[in-house]
């Protein structure tokens, strides 16, 4: 059960979801004329190096692979749906991470850094000595906020729904495996919608312990303020990563039960009831990554 804890995963894209093992992974789409369209590839190298078994230096390196990941998999399934045979790989593939990753850094940690600094600047104006620290805690309750936020503003969109249907279906199938459960979408609907790997509880994980870091960091000046929200990114997320792993391997524990509660309870935002045909496609996602890690050795 542990190997398979901590071994599968998956992402909800454009009426579809891609499920990732160990060696492979798939994407199985919902094609314009209904049917189920597949495709499947081996994983990058860097999954199966030494990097990949250090702890915390894993994390930053496998999660910029993982996003690149994701991209790839939105953009074959945008293809499906269109009929379009363009492709977005290389060099345009990373280019469009990037400035997605800039501003997304841009957003949740260096606004909310600029306005707690600015805070920070107006209480000590009169008095050194007062509000040192309500800057940072302010800044951290404002990235906590724009998370929360940014995620409920969009869940009102017809396609993000839809979205979030899909990611409600890769949950349930991961579970109903997981739990030793027939693959069929009547019995796989029976299953919880939350998920402990989730990657919405990584994006809570970290903002949780950018408020905590940051905090103690105490006041700088706002350049410097600037630059470590943005150098100890990498760091976050490794320790993020690494404590998502933990929860996920001793979720028998009452402790680790409550402390993921508030990352179950978030992704009441990210995850819908998703229909039977949804759940099909994501069982079928699932079974073909399975094949492809079995074919892969």
């Keep these: 059960m542990e190997d398979r804890i901590i071994t599968y995963g998956g992402q ?7 499920m990732r093992g160990q060696k492979a992974y798939a994407v199985a789409m919902r094609a314009p004329d209904g049917s189920i369209a597949v495709h ?3 994983l990058a190298n860097v999954y199966q190096s030494v990097i990949a078994r250090i702890p915390f230096l894993r994390g930053s390196i496998l999660l910029w692979d993982a996003l690149g990941l994701g991209m790839r998999a939105l953009t074959l399934s945008a293809n499906t749906q269109t009929g379009e045979d363009e492709k977005l790989e290389g060099p345009a593939l990373y280019l469009t991470l990037g400035l997605s990753l800039a501003m997304g850094v841009g957003l949740f940690f260096l606004l909310p850094a600029g306005l707690g600094g600015w ?6 104006k009169n008095d050194p000595t007062s509000g040192l620290w309500i800057g940072n805690l302010l800044e951290g309750v404002l990235r906590l906020v724009f998370l929360i936020g940014y995620i409920w503003g969009i ?3 017809p396609d993000v729904k839809r979205l979030f249907m899909y990611h409600g279906a890769e949950h349930k199938t991961i579970n109903a495996f997981e739990a030793g459960a027939e693959l069929t979408p009547e019995i796989v609907a029976n299953y919880p919608i939350e998920h402990a790997r989730c990657g919405t509880a990584f994006l809570l994980t970290l903002v949780l312990l950018s408020i905590l870091v940051f905090t103690l960091l105490g006041p ?3 350049l410097w303020r600037l630059v470590s929200r943005i150098l100890f990114i990498p760091i976050l997320a490794g320790i993020a990563l690494e404590y998502i792993r933990w929860t ?3 979720l028998d524990n009452p402790i680790v039960q409550l402390l993921i509660k508030p990352n179950l309870a978030l992704q009441h935002l990210t995850t819908r009831t998703p229909d ?3 759940l099909e496609v994501a069982i079928q996602s699932f079974q073909s990554m399975r094949k492809a890690e079995q074919e892969a050795g």
């Design 119 to 124: 805070a920070e600047h107006v209480l000590t």
């Design 12 to 18: 909800a894209v454009i009426e579809g979801v891609m």
């Design 155 to 157: 869940s009102f969109m």
């Design 276 to 278: 039977l045909s949804m």
């Design 220 to 222: 700088m000046p706002i």
């Design 40 to 42: 499947t590839e081996k």
């Design 248 to 250: 996920a391997n001793h």
